[in-house]
């Protein structure tokens, strides 16, 4: 492998010995001209991924973050720079502190119950045949749909008198739960549903990981008397913790970003903020109450803390990872 | 290759992809514009303003004036249009004429066009919903908010005879319902929030707009506060009719269509609705008569809240601003789409000197008389919650007030918390 330095103008390369090389200006030029060539094409092929992250990823996060340190109101010019007083009354602010404590139960429902969920049913399903495949399609069928769509009909489905409650009282429960009109059971619906939802998606994952298990060391451990619990602990468990990864790391981002099904679902309520998350209050915020500078702290905020519980959630799982 | 021609080639590549990207951009606006004087325009969709009410209307227009081509929009929802149309305002979007879009907050920031008196002289109330003096959007229609409408059989069969006109009347119906095993109220909620605040609506605006007209502006110069004793009074009446039974509060997710669908149903008595349910009472199948009173007062004083607006609002930037305005104004004053109005949403068209088709249904037709009635012995007051001038809420405030209303639905908070949460939200609405 050949490295390539560049020295600074005006200094000739030495040779290994110290003396002079035999390089005259027009190799160097040569030279020169083809490490500027390289850079070039270099860039030309990096150009359209660089400048797509740059303006849509980028240039969001940078405009949002300045639009956070002022009063920015698109009805109320002209924009003034107020520091962090967003931040300051952010914290002190409880629509905001509930909004926080809502997106935090839903993100655990929906990291914990889809990884439990999808490992049971992934532990089922990993068999051949016709059966398991047909299977495998009907759990995952769920994440292809849109989430207004999923939240439609579980809005119906949850109804006071929707088909579950009719049932629930056939068989015999005389007073069923208002799934989505009681304040307690509002925001656990909600979570369930997308819980329901991300299930599928966690059964691939574990699938995939499942497949990667090598049967020799599962017979290994049955061979040494372990049975199918040990087998699990010791071999299968170990070896699914990067799918663990994956599964986690991903329902923790969409779970945190949750909008579509609260705002289909239960618009926030019922009442004030049972089920706000905190990406419901930066669109009402920003877009109905036009506080756009508000509703980008809100979303600064948010953008920390994921990046700070995702940082957290890949450093403790990638330490459990092991390679063979 | 020679590095020559891979030179030559990279280079044809980068311009051909700055080349897409740059016609990419420019590409952006519109399709369907056309030649003419081409504008957009901006509309939204419900049970009841189908695409083919939409596509007819606009062909109308069109129809009379060939000169200007118009890009239908559509906004991904009907609760949602106003703040549809705040993000086409951020993106350099902004349709040419917008309908049924408050104009509150655009109208401030110089984005819409003010209508001129001559533009204004066809309309029955020209001087509804002003911003700071002027008048943006057109005052096409009015719409009563809320009637009460009922179920003549549920009535008859509780022994409920007459229409309440006192609160103490209204109670009293409630009570016999109520004793018959029927809802009295129905309400809903959910992803509508305003088919949860309907009845408090109509307690704030008779009670209090009754009065004191101008609350709102008090409200506004911070004169008044929700936790004044009048206010709490007219929170504690809607939270007492939760408390009595009245209303189910596990209704208080169920979204507007199948809260429609529950009054048509049979599932409760009462349906305090804005005027534009007429059109579906009138047009879909129900095996009962509906009737329909005004919300009753606390004495039985005549008061009838309402909202005149709902028109056309063109933008001040519009590249064909006058194509623009004429579509607005050829649009609201054509009269088979006032008639189509009123047939497929009920609307009550304050335009002067119109009459609704003979050919209206019986809903439509005794809501109207209501609503005339008003207007002779000058009864009418605004709706709260559903005003969009100086006059009305803060930007964003609906929300909290379906809430609010929520909550005490559900029991969550009591009247004054209520009113704490209300004037909490109003100061970081300021």
């Known amino acids: 492998?050949?490295?390539?330095?560049?020295?600074?103008?005006?200094?000739?390369?030495?040779?290994?010995?110290?003396?002079?090389?035999?390089?005259?200006?027009?190799?160097?030029?040569?030279?020169?001209?083809?490490?500027?060539?390289?850079?070039?094409?270099?860039?030309?092929?990096?150009?359209?991924?660089?400048?797509?992250?740059?303006?849509?990823?980028?240039?969001?996060?940078?405009?949002?973050?300045?639009?956070?340190?002022?009063?920015?109101?698109?009805?109320?010019?002209?924009?003034?720079?107020?520091?962090?007083?967003?931040?300051?009354?952010?914290?002190?602010?409880?629509?905001?502190?509930?909004?926080?404590?809502?997106?935090?139960?839903?993100?655990?429902?929906?990291?914990?119950?889809?990884?439990?969920?999808?490992?049971?049913?992934?532990?089922?399903?990993?068999?051949?045949?016709?059966?398991?495949?047909?299977?495998?399609?009907?759990?995952?069928?769920?994440?292809?749909?849109?989430?207004?769509?999923v939240s439609v009909i579980w809005t119906r489905l949850l109804d006071v008198d929707g088909p579950l409650n009719r049932a629930l009282r056939a068989l015999g429960v005389d007073d069923p739960p208002a799934w989505l009109s009681d304040p307690d059971f509002a925001l656990y619906s909600v979570a369930s549903i997308i819980s329901w939802q991300m299930i599928g998606f966690c059964v691939v994952v574990y699938l995939a990981g499942l497949q990667g298990v090598p049967v020799e060391l599962q017979e290994a451990a049955a061979l040494d008397g372990a049975g199918p619990v040990r087998r699990f602990r010791a071999v299968t468990w170990p070896l699914l913790a990067p799918a663990l990864t994956i599964n986690t790391v991903v329902l923790l981002i969409s779970a945190f970003k949750t909008y579509d099904y609260i705002k289909v679902i239960t618009n926030g309520g019922p009442g004030a903020g049972t089920t706000a998350t905190i990406a419901f209050n930066v669109l009402q915020t920003g877009l109905d109450g036009n506080h756009v500078g508000y509703a980008s702290a809100m979303a600064v905020l948010m953008l920390v803390i994921v990046g700070v519980a995702t940082a957290v959630a890949l450093k403790i799982l990638r330490g459990r990872e092991v390679d063979l | 290759m020679t590095s020559v021609t891979r030179r030559k080639f990279l280079r044809g590549a980068a311009a051909t992809l700055l080349t897409t990207a740059a016609l990419a951009g420019c590409s952006v606006g519109p399709s369907g514009s056309g030649g003419g004087e081409a504008i957009t325009f901006l509309t939204f969709e419900t049970p009841n303003l189908t695409p083919a009410y939409w596509d007819a209307a606009i062909k109308r227009v069109t129809d009379k004036h060939p000169e200007i081509k118009v890009t239908k929009l559509v906004a991904p929802s009907a609760d949602g249009r106003t703040a549809y149309a705040k993000q086409l305002l951020q993106s350099g979007q902004f349709p040419d004429v917008l309908v049924g879009v408050s104009p509150a907050g655009f109208a401030e920031a110089g984005e819409l066009y003010a209508w001129q008196p001559d533009d204004l002289k066809d309309f029955q109330f020209p001087t509804a919903n002003p911003i700071q003096g002027k008048y943006f959007q057109l005052p096409a229609n009015t719409q009563t908010i809320p009637p009460i409408y009922y179920n003549k059989k549920l009535f008859q069969a509780a022994g409920v005879?007459?229409?309440?006109?006192?609160?103490?009347?209204?109670?009293?119906?409630?009570?016999?319902?109520?004793?018959?095993?029927?809802?009295?109220?129905?309400?809903?909620?959910?992803?509508?929030?305003?088919?949860?605040?309907?009845?408090?609506?109509?307690?704030?605006?008779?009670?209090?707009?009754?009065?004191?007209?101008?609350?709102?502006?008090?409200?506004?110069?911070?004169?008044?506060?929700?936790?004044?004793?009048?206010?709490?009074?007219?929170?504690?009446?809607?939270?007492?009719?939760?408390?009595?039974?009245?209303?189910?509060?596990?209704?208080?997710?169920?979204?507007?269509?199948?809260?429609?669908?529950?009054?048509?149903?049979?599932?409760?008595?009462?349906?305090?609705?804005?005027?534009?349910?007429?059109?579906?009472?009138?047009?879909?199948?129900?095996?009962?008569?509906?009737?329909?009173?005004?919300?009753?007062?606390?004495?039985?004083?005549l008061v009838v809240p309402a909202y005149t607006g709902g028109g056309m609002i063109v933008s001040a930037n519009a590249k064909n601003q006058s194509a623009a305005r004429k579509f607005a104004l050829a649009f609201q004053l054509d009269k088979e789409q006032l008639d189509q109005s009123?047939?497929?949403?009920?609307?009550?068209?304050?335009?002067?000197?119109?009459?609704?088709?003979?050919?209206?249904?019986?809903?439509?037709?005794?809501?109207?008389?209501?609503?005339?009635?008003?207007?002779?012995?000058?009864?009418?007051?605004?709706?709260?919650?559903?005003?969009?001038?100086?006059?009305?809420?803060?930007?964003?405030?609906?929300?909290?007030?379906?809430?609010?209303?929520?909550?005490?639905v559900t029991g969550r908070k009591n009247a004054a918390e209520v009113a704490t949460y209300l004037d909490a939200e109003w100061t970081k609405a300021s």
């Open chain 1, 1 to 149: 492998m050949t490295t390539h330095t560049e020295l600074p103008a005006g200094r000739a390369p030495t040779a290994p010995g110290g003396g002079r090389t035999t390089g005259t200006p027009p190799a160097r030029r040569r030279r020169r001209g083809a490490i500027r060539d390289r850079l070039a094409h270099f860039g030309i092929f990096a150009a359209p991924g660089v400048l797509t992250y740059a303006c849509f990823v980028v240039a969001p996060i940078v405009l949002s973050v300045y639009y956070s340190l002022t009063n920015a109101n698109p009805f109320r010019p002209p924009r003034r720079w107020v520091g962090l007083d967003n931040y300051t009354a952010l914290v002190q602010d409880p629509e905001f502190l509930t909004a926080l404590r809502v997106t935090t139960i839903l993100t655990l429902i929906v990291v914990i119950v889809p990884n439990v969920g999808g490992l049971l049913v992934a532990l089922l399903l990993d068999k051949r045949g016709r059966f398991y495949n047909a299977m495998r399609s009907v759990f995952f069928t769920p994440v292809i749909l849109s989430s207004v769509v």
């Open chain 2, 161 to 301: 005879t007459g229409e309440p006109k006192t609160w103490d009347e209204l109670l009293a119906a409630a009570e016999k319902l109520k004793a018959a095993g029927t809802t009295p109220f129905v309400i809903g909620g959910g992803k509508d929030g305003f088919a949860s605040s309907m009845i408090l609506a109509g307690i704030v605006s008779t009670d209090l707009y009754g009065d004191r007209k101008d609350w709102l502006s008090k409200r506004r110069e911070d004169k008044v506060k929700f936790t004044d004793p009048e206010f709490v009074v007219a929170l504690e009446k809607f939270g007492n009719l939760a408390e009595r039974g009245y209303i189910d509060k596990n209704n208080v997710s169920r979204d507007y269509a199948a809260t429609e669908q529950a009054f048509l149903d049979g599932q409760g008595a009462m349906y305090p609705m804005g005027n534009w349910f007429a059109a579906s009472a009138d047009s879909k199948q129900h095996d009962f008569e509906i009737g329909v009173f005004n919300f009753p007062t606390q004495d039985g004083k």
């Open chain 2, 342 to 408: 009123v047939k497929a949403d009920g609307l009550f068209p304050a335009i002067k000197g119109y009459q609704p088709p003979a050919d209206t249904g019986p809903v439509f037709k005794a809501g109207y008389e209501l609503y005339q009635k008003a207007v002779q012995e000058n009864a009418v007051v605004n709706a709260f919650r559903w005003e969009t001038a100086d006059d009305g809420l803060l930007p964003g405030m609906a929300d909290k007030i379906d809430a609010a209303a929520q909550d005490l």
